[in-house]
Protein backbone atom coordinates (compact mmCIF):
# COMPACT_ATOMS: atom_id res chain seq x y z
CA UNK A 1 0.00 0.00 0.00
CA UNK A 2 1.20 3.35 -1.17
CA UNK A 3 0.77 6.55 0.96
CA UNK A 4 1.32 10.11 0.88
CA UNK A 5 3.95 11.76 3.32
CA UNK A 6 6.08 14.47 2.69
CA UNK A 7 9.60 14.51 5.15
CA UNK A 8 11.42 17.01 5.73
CA UNK A 9 15.04 16.89 4.73
CA UNK A 10 18.08 19.31 5.76
CA UNK A 11 15.29 21.94 5.83
CA UNK A 12 13.24 20.91 2.98
CA UNK A 13 10.03 19.09 2.22
CA UNK A 14 10.31 16.31 0.31
CA UNK A 15 6.14 15.48 -0.62
CA UNK A 16 6.02 11.57 -2.34
CA UNK A 17 3.39 8.83 -2.53
CA UNK A 18 5.98 5.75 -0.93
CA UNK A 19 5.09 2.10 0.00
CA UNK A 20 4.16 1.68 3.82
CA UNK A 21 7.51 -0.27 4.40
CA UNK A 22 9.80 2.09 2.44
CA UNK A 23 13.19 2.11 4.80
CA UNK A 24 14.02 6.23 5.65
CA UNK A 25 17.10 5.42 3.71
CA UNK A 26 16.17 4.78 0.53
CA UNK A 27 14.17 7.24 0.97
CA UNK A 28 16.70 9.94 1.85
CA UNK A 29 18.64 8.35 -1.41
CA UNK A 30 16.11 7.12 -3.93
CA UNK A 31 13.29 10.16 -3.44
CA UNK A 32 15.10 12.94 -1.64
CA UNK A 33 18.41 12.07 -4.06
CA UNK A 34 20.76 12.33 -1.21
CA UNK A 35 23.62 9.61 -1.56
CA UNK A 36 25.78 11.05 1.24
CA UNK A 37 23.87 8.53 3.98
CA UNK A 38 25.29 5.05 3.09
CA UNK A 39 23.31 1.68 3.07
CA UNK A 40 25.99 -0.61 4.27
CA UNK A 41 24.41 -3.52 5.67
CA UNK A 42 20.29 -3.21 6.53
CA UNK A 43 20.40 -4.80 9.77
CA UNK A 44 21.40 -1.36 11.90
CA UNK A 45 24.88 -3.28 12.69
CA UNK A 46 27.44 -0.61 10.77
CA UNK A 47 26.02 2.93 10.69
CA UNK A 48 26.60 4.24 7.53
CA UNK A 49 23.40 5.02 7.21
CA UNK A 50 23.09 7.65 10.28
CA UNK A 51 21.57 10.66 10.00
CA UNK A 52 20.11 12.77 12.61
CA UNK A 53 16.41 13.19 13.51
CA UNK A 54 15.18 15.57 15.25
CA UNK A 55 18.51 16.23 16.62
CA UNK A 56 19.49 12.73 17.63
CA UNK A 57 21.35 10.55 15.81
CA UNK A 58 19.82 7.18 14.30
CA UNK A 59 20.19 4.87 11.82
CA UNK A 60 18.11 4.80 9.10
CA UNK A 61 18.35 1.55 8.08
CA UNK A 62 16.27 0.59 11.01
CA UNK A 63 13.05 3.50 10.44
CA UNK A 64 10.45 3.39 7.93
CA UNK A 65 10.06 6.52 6.31
CA UNK A 66 6.26 7.17 7.55
CA UNK A 67 7.48 7.07 11.12
CA UNK A 68 9.48 10.08 10.29
CA UNK A 69 7.07 12.16 8.88
CA UNK A 70 6.60 15.49 10.82
CA UNK A 71 10.61 15.41 12.18
CA UNK A 72 12.92 16.91 10.99
CA UNK A 73 16.31 14.97 9.13
CA UNK A 74 19.64 15.85 8.91
CA UNK A 75 21.88 14.49 6.75
CA UNK A 76 25.75 15.27 6.05
CA UNK A 77 24.89 17.13 3.36
CA UNK A 78 22.83 18.93 6.14
CA UNK A 79 25.83 19.72 7.60
CA UNK A 80 28.00 20.86 5.34
CA UNK A 81 28.28 24.46 6.37
CA UNK A 82 28.29 23.83 9.96
CA UNK A 83 31.84 25.35 11.59
CA UNK A 84 32.34 21.84 13.53
CA UNK A 85 31.35 19.66 10.69
CA UNK A 86 34.20 21.67 8.39
CA UNK A 87 36.67 20.83 11.63
CA UNK A 88 35.30 17.25 12.07
CA UNK A 89 36.23 16.62 8.32
CA UNK A 90 39.32 18.58 8.37
CA UNK A 91 40.55 16.25 11.34
CA UNK A 92 39.35 13.25 9.87
CA UNK A 93 41.86 14.29 6.78
CA UNK A 94 45.19 15.93 9.02
CA UNK A 95 44.52 12.69 11.22
CA UNK A 96 44.50 10.05 7.89
CA UNK A 97 40.58 8.76 9.33
CA UNK A 98 39.46 8.28 6.25
CA UNK A 99 40.73 5.27 4.50
CA UNK A 100 37.91 4.09 1.78
CA UNK A 101 35.33 6.09 3.43
CA UNK A 102 32.57 4.48 2.91
CA UNK A 103 31.77 4.68 7.30
CA UNK A 104 32.81 8.35 7.09
CA UNK A 105 29.41 10.08 6.99
CA UNK A 106 28.02 7.79 9.82
CA UNK A 107 31.42 8.71 11.97
CA UNK A 108 31.11 12.30 10.76
CA UNK A 109 27.48 12.50 11.67
CA UNK A 110 27.21 10.42 15.22
CA UNK A 111 31.21 12.63 15.85
CA UNK A 112 29.13 15.87 15.39
CA UNK A 113 26.61 15.03 17.38
CA UNK A 114 28.53 14.04 20.19
CA UNK A 115 30.82 17.39 19.87
CA UNK A 116 27.53 19.51 19.93
CA UNK A 117 26.23 18.32 23.40
CA UNK A 118 29.73 17.11 24.70
CA UNK A 119 32.29 19.73 23.58
CA UNK A 120 34.93 18.46 25.26
CA UNK A 121 34.67 14.31 25.32
CA UNK A 122 37.73 11.76 26.95
CA UNK A 123 38.99 8.89 24.48
CA UNK A 124 36.24 6.76 26.58
CA UNK A 125 33.78 8.61 25.64
CA UNK A 126 34.67 8.69 21.96
CA UNK A 127 34.71 5.41 21.96
CA UNK A 128 31.78 4.82 23.54
CA UNK A 129 29.71 7.29 21.31
CA UNK A 130 31.25 5.80 17.61
CA UNK A 131 30.56 1.88 18.92
CA UNK A 132 27.50 2.05 16.60
CA UNK A 133 29.51 2.43 13.55
CA UNK A 134 31.46 -0.15 11.86
CA UNK A 135 34.66 0.63 9.38
CA UNK A 136 35.56 -2.59 7.94
CA UNK A 137 39.32 -0.55 7.02
CA UNK A 138 40.13 -0.67 10.68
CA UNK A 139 40.43 3.25 10.93
CA UNK A 140 39.62 3.64 14.83
CA UNK A 141 42.27 4.55 16.09
CA UNK A 142 42.68 7.51 13.29
CA UNK A 143 38.81 8.09 13.66
CA UNK A 144 39.41 8.24 17.77
CA UNK A 145 42.45 11.13 17.11
CA UNK A 146 40.40 12.65 14.87
CA UNK A 147 37.17 13.10 16.89
CA UNK A 148 39.23 14.65 20.18
CA UNK A 149 41.39 16.92 17.85
CA UNK A 150 37.98 18.49 16.55
CA UNK A 151 36.93 19.22 20.68
CA UNK A 152 37.42 21.77 22.19
CA UNK A 153 41.13 22.33 23.43
CA UNK A 154 42.08 20.43 26.82
CA UNK A 155 42.52 22.66 30.04
CA UNK A 156 45.49 21.93 32.15
Known sequence: MNRPVVIRINGRDYPAEIPDRMLLVQFIRDIAGLTGTHVGCDTGHCGACTVLVDGKPMKSCMVLAVQVTGSEITTIEGLAGEPKMRELQASFRSEFAVQCGYCTPGFLISSFHLLANHPNPTEEEIKENIAGNICRCDGYP????????????QTI
Open 142 to 153: NIVRAVRKASAP
